[in-house]
């Protein structure tokens, strides 16, 4: 069964930086985009980023262009997201998910990592 | 950008009941709109595609309609399994954009 399992959160200061990993398995990674989406505390879902299966093309929201970077490695079936910057209200859970190539939305989803950002 | 504003907020109602949820799209978003269910603690979950396509594996009870700016999801007969919160996502090539969530309650 596909699966998704992020790693990289937790506390960080303001003005800090982190680095999200996701590992996937069961199925064949290059083939499919993929994607980050956050979820502060008690509050909605955001989506962050997305990438192309080759990884020639990356996609970013507006509140984190600039300062956050989405890359993968498909020889390690690992995605990755580079988070520079960081604010109080970057804190979330935030969550990898894959884009169906049928549905081309998140068809299956990690059980996400928490980052912090707090002084 | 585009906004996406889903009605109401917060919805209670019994098992049986025949539930529908808006969502808005502040310009025509065509029918590139998705809905997703999350229960607490838990990651997504997709049910809809293109506004109406029902992704494989969720049950029929589920249905979503429209095109443009407007959009419904409706669950036939609410089942015990179905309160949570309810999410429709416009989506494109380069980017998504999620509606604040509607939480669908016992009464």
């Known amino acids: 069964e596909v699966q998704l399992l992020e790693s990289g959160g937790g506390w960080v200061q303001p003005g800090g930086s982190l680095r999200l990993s996701c590992a996937a398995s069961a199925y064949t990674f290059s083939t499919y985009a993929m994607g980050w989406v956050r979820q502060a505390p008690g509050k909605g879902l955001e989506w962050v980023s997305s990438?192309?299966?080759?990884?020639?093309?990356?996609f970013y929201a507006n509140s984190v262009k600039g300062r956050f970077t989405m890359s993968r490695d498909n020889s390690k079936n690992t995605l990755y997201l580079e988070m520079n910057s960081l604010r109080d209200e970057d804190t979330a859970l935030y969550y990898c998910?894959?884009?169906?190539?049928?549905?081309?939305?998140?068809?299956?989803w990690g059980q996400g990592t928490l980052v912090t950002v707090s002084s | 950008d585009i906004q996406m504003t889903q009605s109401p907020s917060t919805l209670s109602a019994s098992v049986g009941d025949r539930v529908t949820i808006t969502c808005r799209a502040s310009?025509?978003?065509?029918?590139?709109l998705a809905w997703y269910q999350q229960k607490p603690g838990k990651a997504p979950k997709l049910l809809i595609y293109k506004a109406s396509s029902l992704e494989s594996g969720v049950p029929s009870r589920f249905s979503g309609s429209g095109s443009g700016t407007e959009f419904t999801l409706t669950i036939s007969s609410l089942q015990p399994d179905d309160f949570a919160t309810y999410y429709c996502?416009?989506?494109?090539?380069?980017?998504?954009?999620f509606g604040q969530g509607t939480k669908v309650e016992i009464k």
């Open positions: 996502q416009h989506y494109n090539s380069y980017s998504r954009t």
């Open positions: 990438i192309s299966g080759s990884g020639g093309a990356t």
């Open positions: 998910a894959r884009i169906g190539l049928t549905s081309a939305n998140f068809d299956y």
């Open positions: 310009q025509s978003i065509s029918a590139l």
